[in-house]
């Protein structure tokens, strides 16, 4: 649909600019959110970038690179990735979007993460949840947490990672219907992602991790 909404709109009208490079942008998004990581995603959200930065639009930008990002960890290009998680946290820095500047660093710690540099992990992931805090922004907070006790269990740092498992699973629960944001590209952890929208899907996350704590205390059937 977004494609066939593009064809519609003449690139070389300054009036169909805007329009077109959301759809082009909203296109590649649905490419990358499939699996594609082929070269259609390039084009399309380069040259949706090329319409849209002209005129501002700040979120049909953020879609456009979401897809890039996406493409890129697809292949296993996380440098590339990371280029372009970079390019996202400029702009959330010169809106001073403080929210989506800590999306930015929580999906820097992600890439990070698949690249297995848990130190440099770490340290996005505490300046994300400094961020979330002054927002007040109870679901990144509580993702946070919870990612740094999945991180220090990953370095086998057992006792640091159930407390801040334990933390992250109460704050899930006392901010249980509050409002939870998400960047444009919600995943599970283990892909290396920004927040998830909902308390829920956290809770399974931290549970299953605090399993893992118990599995290497030996503690089977806490497990």
Not at 37 to 45: K, P, S
């Amino acid at each position: 649909m977004f494609g066939e909404a593009a064809n519609l709109l003449d690139e070389k009208e300054p009036k169909h600019r805007v329009a077109l490079g959301y759809l082009l942008a909203g296109r590649a998004w649905c490419h990358s959110r499939l699996g594609y990581g082929d070269a259609a995603i390039e084009d399309l959200a380069q040259t949706s970038l090329k319409l849209l930065e002209p005129a501002s639009e700040l979120e049909g930008q953020l879609w456009a690179l979401s897809a890039l990002g996406f493409s890129a960890r697809y292949k296993g290009d996380y440098k590339l990735a990371q280029k372009y998680s970079l390019i996202t946290l400029e702009l959330a820095r010169s809106q001073k979007d403080t929210p989506l500047i800590a999306d930015c660093y929580s999906d820097l710690a992600g890439i990070e993460q698949l690249i297995g540099d848990y130190k440099i992990a770490v340290a996005y992931v505490e300046q994300a949840l400094t961020l979330y805090r002054e927002a007040n922004d109870y679901g990144g907070e509580c993702w946070s947490l919870g990612f740094l006790g999945i991180l220090e269990l990953r370095q086998g740092h057992v006792d640091e990672a159930e407390s801040l498992l334990q933390r992250a699973l109460i704050l899930a629960e006392e901010s249980k219907g509050q409002r939870w944001r998400t960047l444009y590209q919600t995943a599970a952890l283990h892909t290396g992602a920004a927040p998830p929208k909902e308390e829920q899907p956290c809770k399974i996350l931290f549970i299953t991790h605090l399993g893992f704590v118990a599995a290497e205390r030996g503690q089977f059937e806490e497990a």
